[in-house]
């Protein structure tokens, strides 16, 4: 199993601002995926991180919007940048464990 | 483009009931199967998987039934329970990027 840890859990920013998501995963993971739920909505893949090497991007998502970085096996972290209201969502990290994939609990993020 | 299309959007049941959630997909690479379900303000939770060389799979009071041939795919909800009232949302792995339905909210009524 995995355990994965996000921060903040929650945040109320202002438009224009940018918010750095935190991601930790108790072990070491080659894949790291990042994804966004709005409100009410299902789940939609913005990207996916490997250690070492650039995050592949979904259609739609770009880096200049959500940078990613992935320093090392066990962590990562998303930046919503130059933010909207329509950015308003559950940012969601996510791993694959021996054929599971693990969510963590979300960071909510609610742009004023 | 929605890959995976779920049913109904919601459904009620009564406790002791059956709840039946279905799914439909068009790739034919996909190979892995996932239910989630999902509390209001938790991550979604692995609830039971199958692979599509297996026709059905039963953990507990949850079952998934998989017609390979027809792309379906259905979870059932035996003798629902108030503690099931949750999201639940279909998947569909494809080079180890899932797919999600749109999700079905479940109410068990006491």
């Known amino acids: 199993s995995a355990v994965i840890s996000q921060k903040p859990s929650r945040d109320i920013c202002q438009r224009g601002t940018s918010l750095t998501i935190q991601c930790q995963v108790d072990?070491?993971?080659?894949?790291m995926f990042w994804y966004r739920q709005q409100p009410g909505q299902s789940l939609t893949l913005i990207a996916t991180?490997?250690?070492?090497?650039?995050?592949?991007?979904e259609s739609g998502f770009v880096i200049d919007k959500f940078p990613i970085s992935r320093p090392n096996l066990t962590f990562s972290t998303l930046t919503v940048s130059n933010m909207s209201p329509e950015d308003s969502s559950i940012y969601l990290c996510?791993?694959?464990?021996?054929?599971?994939?693990?969510f963590g609990p979300g960071t909510r993020l609610l742009v004023l | 483009q929605q890959q995976v299309k779920q049913s109904p959007q919601s459904l009620i049941v009564q406790k002791g009931g059956i709840s039946i959630i279905n799914c439909a997909y068009e790739n034919t690479a996909f190979d892995y199967f996932p239910w989630y379900q999902q509390f209001p303000g938790k991550g979604p939770a692995l609830l039971i998987a199958?692979?599509?060389?297996?026709s059905e799979k039963k953990e507990g009071r949850f079952t998934i039934s998989f017609n390979k041939s027809a792309k379906q795919f259905s979870l059932h909800i035996m003798d629902s329970q108030p503690g099931d009232s949750a999201t639940y949302f279909c998947a569909a792995r494809g080079d180890y990027k899932l797919s999600f339905g749109a999700g079905t909210t479940v109410t068990v009524r006491a």
């Open positions: 996510s791993v694959w464990v021996q054929e599971t994939q693990y």
């Open positions: 072990s070491q993971v080659t894949m």
């Open positions: 199958i692979r599509p060389d297996v």
């Open positions: 991180a490997n250690q070492g090497s650039e995050a592949t991007y």
